[in-house]
């Protein structure tokens, strides 16, 4: 059982800048397809980023070149550096795990979740 827990976030100023980290354990994290997710209140979660097992990326169009995904298989921890954020940004952020090929569904392993706030 593959298990997630993510750290980093928190109230930030618009424009300013925040690390998420998402530690994982108990399993072989390297062959893990990752993902950034997050949910705001009111609305459904939705992708953010996702990086394969050969470090490919994909990024959400509203995030594209402001945040930037990235894995430390050696340390087992997957990273979301986001960059200019803005009050939108704001939601609860959780990280996800699934055997590359399936989707990120509720089947996947998935993070409590960390809070980003972005204050205007």
């Known amino acids: 059982q593959l298990q997630l827990v993510e750290s980093g976030g928190g109230s930030v100023q618009s424009g300013g800048s925040l690390r998420l980290s998402c530690a994982a354990s108990?399993?072989?994290?390297?062959?893990?397809?990752m993902g950034w997710f997050r949910q705001a209140p009111g609305k459904q979660r939705e992708g953010v980023a996702t990086?394969?097992?050969?470090?490919?990326?994909g990024y959400a169009d509203s995030v594209k070149g402001r945040f930037t995904i990235s894995r430390d298989n050696a340390k087992n921890t997957l990273y979301l550096q986001m960059n200019s954020l803005k009050p939108d940004d704001t939601a609860m952020y959780y990280c996800?795990?699934?055997?590359?090929?399936?989707?990120?569904?509720?089947?996947?392993?998935w993070g409590q979740g960390t809070q980003v706030t972005v204050a205007s």
């Open positions: 996800a795990a699934v055997v590359c090929g399936y989707y990120f569904d509720d089947s996947a392993h």
């Open positions: 108990g399993h072989t994290f390297s062959s893990y397809c």
């Open positions: 990086i394969d097992s050969a470090g490919v990326t």
